[in-house]
C-alpha cells in the first residue's frame, strides 16, 4: 500500500501534475486499494480535521505580509539601502542580492516571494552594470534560501505544527543558521569574484547611505517588531501574522504606494496560495493517518536503525534522501510526508527535534533552486526572461556553500539550538 502511494506520488509529480492534485490522487488510489475501501468518508474527515488547527491559521497571513510587502514597494527601498551598504564591494551587486535576501526574509518568511518580489529588481540591476543574466538570476534564487529560516518563516509554522514544537522555538533555532547560509554566499561570491570579472561601482557616501537607511527604516523595523513581540507573549505567532500584515498596510500608505490595485492584487495571491497550502496539508495528513495505521513510520525506524546505529551515519543518510526528495517534491508537501515518517527515527537516535526541523528545512530549501524541479529556477528564469538551462547551470556552483551549512547545521546542533535554549530556557517538555 505505501509503495504504491508514493509510487503514484512520485509519477504524478515527474508528469508535472500539480502537486495538489498529485498528492490527492495517491491518498484516494491507496484508500482504494487497501483495506479502507469501504470507509472512502475517513477522507474528507482527516482533510477537515487536519486543517481545522489554531497553529495553521498564522499561515495565510505571513503569506500576505509577503504579498503586502512587494506592492507596498518595500522591496524597492530594501533593495536601494543595501545597495549603499554594500554595493562598493567586489561583485558588490551580487553582495546586495544576498544581503536584501537576509533583510526581506524577516518580513515574508517565504522565498517564493522573495523570487519574485526582489528577484525582478535584482536580476535587472545586474544586468544593467554587467552581469551576466543567468548568473544574476543564480544568486537571486540561491540567496532566496534564506528566506524560510529566518523568522518569520511559513515553513517553520508547518514544521512546529507537524512535529509539536513551539514555534516561538523553531523561529528563534532559524535566526543563526539563517544568518550562516547569508554569509556563506557572500563570502562564496568574494571567493568567485577573484576568477571571474565582475563589473564593480564606487562606495556611497555616508549620506546616502543614511539615506537609504533612513527611507527604509520603517520596514527594516518589521522584523524586530513582529519577533519581538511574539517572544514577548504580547502576541501568538497567527497574531503576529495579523500585526504584519497592518504594519505592512501602514508602510504602504505612509510610503503613498499602495493602491486598492495592488491591494486587491496581493489578496487574490494570498488566497490562491493559502488554498493550495490547505488542500495539500489536509490531504497529507490523510496520508499520514493511512502511514500511521499500516504503522509504515514504525516499519521504517526499525529498518533504518537495523542498518547503522550511528547518529552521525544516519544524518548522513537522512541529508542526502531529503535533499533528493527536495529536488522533485516541493518543500511544504515534502515537509508533509517526511516528518511523520522521519520523526520516530529521530526519536530513536536522540536527535533534538528543533534541530532536526533547521535541517530539514534547509535541506528542502536548497530543493528550490535544485535542478531539475526546483520550483525557484522556474520563478527567476521567468521574472529574469533567462533561459530555464543556463539558470540551473550557473545556479550548480552557488549549490556549496549552501551544503557546507547544511552540515554544519546536522553535525552542530548548537547553531539551531543556542539561541532558543538561551532565551528561552532548554526544552523540557515532553511531547514525543
Known amino acids: 500500500m505505501a509503495i504504491l502511494l508514493f509510487t503514484v506520488f512520485i509519477a504524478l509529480i515527474l508528469l508535472r501534475v500539480p502537486v ?6 495517491a491518498v484516494v488510489a491507496a484508500f482504494l486499494t487497501s483495506d479502507f475501501s469501504n470507509a472512502m468518508q475517513v477522507i474528507p474527515q482527516q482533510i477537515l480535521e487536519g486543517v481545522d488547527k489554531a497553529s495553521l491559521t498564522a499561515v495565510p497571513f505571513f503569506i500576505m505580509a509577503g ?12 533593495f536601494n539601502f543595501a545597495n549603499a ?12 542580492n544576498v544581503l536584501s535576501s537576509m533583510i526581506f526574509a524577516g518580513i515574508s518568511g517565504a522565498a517564493v516571494a522573495d523570487c519574485a518580489g526582489l528577484g525582478a529588481i535584482e536580476i535587472k540591476a545586474m544586468r544593467e552594470r554587467g552581469y551576466k543574466p543567468e548568473f544574476a538570476a543564480a ?8 528566506g524560510p529560516l529566518i ?12 512535529a509539536q514544537q513551539s514555534i516561538d522555538r523553531m523561529f528563534l533555532a532559524g535566526v543563526i543558521p539563517g544568518l550562516l547560509v547569508g554569509l556563506s554566499l ?25 539615506r537609504t537607511g533612513i527611507d527604509g527604516l520603517l520596514a527594516l523595523m518589521a522584523p524586530a517588531i513582529i519577533l519581538g513581540c511574539i517572544l514577548s507573549g504580547f502576541v501568538t505567532a497567527t497574531e503576529a501574522g495579523v500585526l504584519a500584515c497592518i504594519y505592512c498596510i501602514g508602510l504602504g500608505l505612509w510610503y503613498g504606494e499602495l493602491t486598492s490595485k495592488s491591494f486587491w492584487e496581493a489578496l487574490n495571491e494570498t488566497a490562491m496560495m493559502t488554498s493550495v497550502i490547505m488542500i495539500i496539508i489536509g490531504f497529507s495528513i490523510a496520508m499520514g493517518w493511512l502511514l500511521a495505521i499500516e504503522q509504515v513510520p514504525q516499519g521504517v525506524a526499525e529498518w533504518v536503525f537495523s542498518l547503522t546505529e550511528s547518529k552521525s551515519v544516519f544524518l548522513a543518510l537522512m541529508m542526502v534522501f531529503v535533499l533528493l526528495i527536495g529536488c522533485v517534491v ?42 531539475p524541479m526546483g520550483i525557484g529556477l522556474y520563478i527567476v528564469s521567468e521574472v529574469g ?17 549552501l551544503l557546507v551549512v547544511l552540515i554544519l547545521l546536522a553535525y552542530i546542533p548548537a547553531l539551531s539550538t543556542f539561541l532558543p535554549d538561551l532565551i528561552l530556557g532548554p526544552d523540557t517538555s515532553i511531547l514525543y
Open 20 to 25: 495538489s492534485f498529485a498528492i490527492g490522487a
Open 67 to 78: 504579498n503586502l510587502m512587494n506592492a507596498a514597494g518595500v522591496t524597492d527601498r530594501i
Open 85 to 96: 551598504l554594500v554595493g562598493h564591494f567586489k561583485a558588490g551587486l551580487a553582495q546586495v
Open 139 to 146: 544568486i537571486t534564487v540561491a540567496s532566496a534560501v534564506i
Open 151 to 162: 523568522p518569520p518563516s511559513i515553513g517553520l509554522v508547518i514544521y512546529a505544527f507537524l
Open 186 to 210: 557572500m563570502l562564496w561570491v568574494r571567493a568567485i569574484a577573484r576568477f571571474k570579472d565582475f563589473p564593480t561601482q564606487p562606495r556611497a557616501p555616508a549620506r546616502e547611505v543614511a
Open 330 to 371: 516541493e518543500g511544504v508537501p515534502a515537509k508533509l510526508i517526511l516528518v511523520p515518517t522521519l520523526l520516530p527515527l529521530v526519536d530513536l537516535y536522540g536527535i533534538d527535534r528543533v534541530h532536526f526541523g533547521i535541517v530539514l528545512q534547509l535541506a528542502l530549501l536548497i530543493g528550490i533552486a535544485t535542478p
Open 385 to 401: 526572461r533567462v533561459q530555464f538551462d543556463k539558470v540551473a547551470l550557473a545556479t550548480l556552483p552557488l549549490l556549496v556553500p
